[in-house]
């Protein structure tokens, strides 16, 4: 029988081999191409040296990690419903998102699954269309204000479009954050995030205590106070609106489950319908699920969307054809507004997205810990080992993408996709830990690039040889990616 030290790794001493390589990024980094930057194209280079067979033992963040990128290697790991424990360092993200979806496991997080997974029914997904639009419109009239300007890094801006769209659709509440640029918990969420990034790199400041008493510490818990206090504030007042308009411990299950299609409700409030009928769903509980659904909700789509208008605007030929389709959809459209129906007809730009996901997954790498041994082609990996799903390497696989760097979205037509491996592709995850979000997103995406390019060309001023890939909390680029966006 295999052990764990059984898969492919660095030849020699695998610590100071390690060691000499960290050594040398840090040598060769420089604020154009920062540390973290080059780190991901030498793990992937090291993929590509060391593990033909999908598995590679790594280390990352100080800590040994065996990295999982082919199809046969990463299913068992992400199929297994025993096999759902996040790696260690997602509880850096607990003082801000408590133990929910994302950083919870075990017992509770089979529980709020099974909770949450209603509330993202397509029934009320298509509910929040006319806030995706709605938002869509703001952002598309702050981009005509810089036509005449000669780039535009538009990724702040989709940003605040996306935040707000998140703060109405799960909160029930308008920030404003695309007209106030003051916005505090706009500011609060993105420092967060850059606090989090920061802790993550410096092991030594991983204690509470120690990095409680740090400049970056303090302020990480000041926006907190921030993040939670609206949560909290609007919980509590929703809360005593809903049990002062009705009794809803006096409603039978079945009524609490129409009520939830009646209308468009946020999130938050489907959450509290739940909490009223099981007080063990405790306030706690809604807050740590709604704060999650914003973090998982905002970067995630923002960014995307931003290296989709990236890649339609160095090949046009492919813009064109998505403006071809937009065109097609909406030539006979009363009012041209956008609803299920023509989000389902989307088809090409879904295959957009999806290409360019696969390309700039969100999140370049998943970290997953087994509690119990774990049999891949051989091998046995002992408990508790830190298993990386490594989706920027997996979505480069020849294997399953011929040419993995050519950017083609007919990849995802479905003659060419029907016989590719189920976990070949996995910008959202898979199996029974996948992205609860994920409708939510794609719904979400189309809706903001369609309105974007039935008012915009886009041009991209940069190559992808030019772009560096920067993997903070989400992929982004070391630069920012400059636009021109052109009336039609």
């Known amino acids: 029988m295999f052990q764990s030290s059984s898969v492919p790794g660095l030849p020699g001493n695998h610590l100071l081999r390690y060691l000499s ?18 780190g991901l194209q030498w ?16 280390t990352l963040l100080f800590k040994p990690v065996i990295l999982f990128y082919k199809p046969e290697t990463v299913e068992p790991l992400l199929n297994d419903p025993e096999l759902i424990e996040k790696g260690s360092e997602y509880k850096l993200m607990v003082p801000w998102l408590g133990t929910g979806l994302v950083t919870s496991g075990g017992t509770k997080w089979r529980k709020h699954r099974k909770l949450l997974t209603p509330t993202i029914h397509f029934s009320i997904l298509e509910k929040f269309i006319p806030v995706f639009q709605e938002q869509s419109e ?4 702050k981009l005509q204000l810089r036509v005449l300007e000669s780039w535009v890094d538009a990724l702040p801006l989709i940003s605040s479009c996306t935040l707000d769209v998140i703060c109405q659709t799960a909160m029930g509440i308008s920030i404003n954050a695309q007209n106030d640029e003051n916005c505090e918990y706009s500011k609060a ?40 206090g609206l949560s909290e504030k609007v919980i509590k007042e929703k809360k005593i609106e809903m049990t002062s308009d009705v009794n809803l ?24 319908e739940y909490h009223l009928k099981d007080p063990s769903f405790t306030e706690k509980d809604v807050r740590e699920e709604v704060d999650t659904f914003m973090f998982a909700g905002h970067d995630t789509s923002s960014v995307t969307v931003s290296w989709v208008l990236y890649c339609l605007g ?34 090409y730009l879904e295959c957009v997205i999806k290409e360019t996901m696969r390309l700039y997954p969100t999140v370049p790498i998943i970290l997953r810990e087994n509690n119990q ?45 029907k016989n590719r491996h189920p976990y070949a592709f996995v910008p959202f995850s898979a199996g029974p830990r996948n992205c609860i979000g994920q409708k939510f997103a794609m719904m979400e995406m189309k809706t903001i690039i369609s309105s974007i390019l039935r008012r915009f060309r886009v041009t991209s001023l940069d190559s992808r040889e030019k772009v560096i890939l920067y993997p903070n909390l989400v992929t982004r680029s070391v630069r920012p990616v400059r636009l021109r966006f052109e009336s039609r």
């Open 43 to 58: 793990v992937w280079a090291l993929c590509l040296l060391y593990g033909e067979t999908g598995l590679l033992r790594a």
């Open 373 to 417: 041994p774990l049999k891949v082609l051989g091998h046995i990996i002992h408990p508790r080992t830190t298993c990386g799903i490594f989706i920027f390497g997996l979505h480069r696989d020849p294997e399953s993408f011929p040419d993995p760097e050519i950017f083609d979205p007919d990849r995802f037509l479905p003659e060419n996709s």
């Open 189 to 228: 969420i993105h420092e967060i995030g850059d606090s989090f990034m920061y802790r993550l790199l410096r092991p030594w400041l991983y204690p509470d205590i120690i990095f409680n008493l740090t400049s970056r510490g303090r302020t990480f818990k000041s926006n907190i106070q921030i993040v939670h």
């Open 21 to 38: 390589l960290l050594i040398s990024v840090y040598k060769q980094s420089s604020p154009t191409c920062p540390a973290l930057a080059l």
């Open 138 to 141: 703001i952002l598309v009239s």
């Open 314 to 347: 160095v090949y046009q030929e492919i813009q064109k054809k998505v403006h071809e389709e937009l065109e097609n959809i909406f030539e006979t459209e009363e009012n041209n507004k956008i609803s299920r129906e023509t989000l389902t007809r989307m088809k």
């Open 249 to 272: 411990k006096s409603k039978s299950e079945n009524d609490l489950e129409e009520s939830s299609f009646e209308k468009r409700k946020p999130f938050l409030e489907l959450l509290l």
